[in-house]
């Protein structure tokens, strides 16, 4: 079965740079969140979108914006990296805007030097 | 974490044993998920409790819910090697919310 796709798998960024993950969700999810999830930590909910509109925002800094394209990919862009955003990032898709479970994909690493 | 706590944060017992790691939330649910995280992997759902049912089983998994006390058991029977993991509780609250927020998670090592 096809799950949720994210690339790259590995990024490795020097400080105020510009990173781009993609996500490409579950076929016929029209729902997508992006978590970060820092070292030993819980994943912290960032964003999400339902029919391609954002639905929910989360502790998201200023510096990262997200969209959901007419294909229902995903993006997430973070612009003047910081040591601390170095992460595991997740992109999950739901086929429910509410109340359902998620699927997550294998998530983004992102090293920031 | 905004919502949930979990306890023990690490748990290490022998193959075979039962393991139980409990989450405690804040506010009020629609539902509560538990997942599992291999070692930098992406989270899998386990199972899901609806904020109306008090207990469920899936296989070696038995989870409870008492919204009174806003908590949440997981329970592994006959613990494998295999069950190595992270297990993270995550609650759909009420208000709107469309999202499922995580607890801390709790470290489970199954020593063969």
């Known amino acids: 079965a096809a799950g949720v796709i994210q690339s790259p798998r590995h990024l490795i960024k020097e400080k105020r740079e510009t990173a781009t993950l993609k996500c490409y969700p579950i076929p016929r999810h029209d729902t997508v969140y992006w978590y970060q999830q820092g070292p030993g930590q819980d994943p912290q909910f960032l964003i999400s979108f339902y029919e391609k509109m954002q639905s929910d925002k989360g502790s998201i800094p200023d510096r990262f914006s997200a969209q959901q394209f007419s294909d229902y990919h995903s993006e997430l862009n973070m612009s003047s990296l910081e040591l601390g955003d170095s992460a595991l990032y997740f992109c999950?898709?739901?086929?429910?805007?509410?109340?359902?479970?998620?699927?997550f994909g294998e998530g983004s690493r992102l090293t920031v030097l | 974490s905004q919502q949930g706590e979990e306890d023990p944060q690490a748990l290490s017992i022998q193959e075979g044993e039962n393991a139980t790691m409990n989450c405690s939330y804040k506010t009020s649910i629609n539902n509560l998920q538990w997942y599992r995280q291999n070692s930098g992997r992406g989270l899998v759902h386990l199972i899901l409790?609806?904020?109306?049912?008090r207990e469920k089983h899936s296989g070696r998994l038995r989870v409870t819910l008492d919204t009174s006390k806003k908590s949440s058991s997981l329970l592994i029977t006959a613990s494998r090697a295999a069950d190595t993991a992270s297990y993270f509780c995550a609650t759909d609250i009420v208000q709107g919310a469309q999202k499922l927020v995580f607890g801390q998670g709790t470290r489970l090592t199954i020593n063969p």
């Open positions: 999950a898709s739901s086929p429910v805007l509410t109340g359902g479970e998620l699927f």
């Open positions: 409790i609806r904020s109306n049912e």
